[in-house]
């Protein structure tokens, strides 16, 4: 079973993502800051993140460097309400990019895509 790690300091989102990734058979952790990503990601290494980027303290831009400077080439989407952030070359080491929304299919895709499922 596939652990996915889903880090975002809004709730509403975690339990959504949460409830939706489980029902399609993945074991989903949950991380509220980047820092606490970070500390997961050195205890318990998941399969693939799915990242924000607006979060208070460390922003998903700082943990995605930090991320991919600890070289565990786990898979990395970014998951923003901004679209904007698409074209900073700050977040290009992200393996997918994925806006926010309820309809949580492309993100689905993406896991599925990034997983090679």
């Known amino acids: 079973m596939k652990r ?12 959504l993502y949460k ?3 489980e029902d399609e058979g993945y ?10 990503a970070l500390q997961q990601v050195e205890d318990a290494p998941p399969d693939l993140i799915v990242l924000d980027i607006q979060m208070p303290g460390m922003d998903g831009v700082e943990t995605l460097e930090k991320l991919l400077g600890k070289d565990k080439g786990i898979p990395i989407i970014l998951n923003t309400a901004y679209s904007h952030y698409k074209d900073d070359f700050t977040t290009w080491g992200a393996d997918a990019y994925v806006i926010k929304s309820s309809d949580t299919s492309r993100l689905k895709a993406e896991i599925k895509r990034l997983l090679k499922e």
């Open 4 to 15: 996915i790690m889903v880090v975002d300091d809004e709730k509403h989102i975690c339990d």
């Open 19 to 21: 409830m939706e990734l």
């Open 27 to 36: 074991t989903v952790t949950l991380a509220h800051s980047g820092l606490e």
